[in-house]
């Protein structure tokens, strides 16, 4: 089956500082991944995917995500982290033969502090 | 705001009741999508609709169902309602033929079961 595993429930940086939230892989074939932000009360917002081509993939709001095979990683990252991008990520992968429905991890919430 | 369009925001019911949650698909999209988000659960994909067909099937209770009609919108009943049920309600759409790979998210439907 497809699926993603988020490690950390919660990252704490500080402002300014680099992220890096987690996600490991598990699937067969070639795997298509994503990273969501979900805000406080709201629906998922799509950040990047990796679907084929560069290892490093640029998104949304200056985030970023390496792709990693041999590690079956794909890690989300920001060299300067702001207060306003404190929310809760999802990782996640398409699953095969469903349509492009994607299988989420658990999510991990970031926190920046000032 | 992403164009998705998910009615009620908030629901309260009683157990063993039933209700009916509506999602109204981004203008061109025909593909609708059901998540529900719990705090042990996670993000979970229940079902997918393409231009009024089923297309795939996720983690959806035989309690539950769905259907998309022919204006596109879908609707997601829940019936013998139980406490494990409450959760928030997503319903996310894409164009359905062309693979951009994203989702495009409404807010959600809240539903608390008393």
């Known amino acids: 089956a497809q699926s993603v595993a988020q490690p950390e429930d919660q990252v704490n940086v500080a402002e300014g500082n680099p992220l890096t939230v987690k996600c490991t892989y598990s699937?067969?074939?070639?795997?298509?991944l994503f990273w969501y932000v979900q805000y406080p009360n709201r629906g998922l917002q799509f950040l990047l995917k990796?679907?084929?081509?560069?290892?490093l993939v640029k998104g949304s709001y200056g985030f970023e995500a390496e792709f990693n095979k041999s590690q079956t990683s794909f890690h989300l990252k920001k060299p300067s982290a702001l207060v306003s991008d404190s929310a809760l990520y999802f990782c996640?992968?398409?699953?095969?033969?469903?349509?492009?429905?994607?299988?989420f991890g658990k999510g991990t919430s970031l926190l920046v502090t000032p | 705001d992403s164009g998705v369009t998910q009615t009620p925001k908030h629901l309260i019911t009683a157990t063993g009741q039933r209700v009916t949650l509506r999602c109204s698909p981004r203008?061109?999209?025909?593909?609708v999508y059901w998540y529900q988000q719990s705090l042990d659960q996670g993000l979970q994909f229940l079902i997918q609709?393409?231009?009024?067909?089923?297309?795939a099937k996720g983690n959806i209770l035989e309690r539950f169902s769905a259907q998309q009609f022919p204006d596109l919108h879908s609707e997601l009943n829940l019936s013998s309602l139980e406490l494990g049920d409450s959760a928030l309600y997503f319903c996310?759409?894409?164009?359905?033929?062309?693979?951009?790979?994203?989702?495009?998210f409404g807010e959600g439907s809240r539903l608390t079961v008393l």
């Open positions: 996310a759409s894409t164009a359905g033929l062309v693979d951009t790979g994203e989702l495009f």
């Open positions: 699937v067969s074939g070639n795997p298509y």
């Open positions: 990796y679907i084929t081509g560069d290892n």
């Open positions: 996640a992968v398409r699953l095969s033969n469903s349509g492009y429905a994607l299988n």
């Open positions: 203008s061109g999209d025909l593909s």
């Open positions: 609709y393409y231009n009024g067909e089923e297309r």
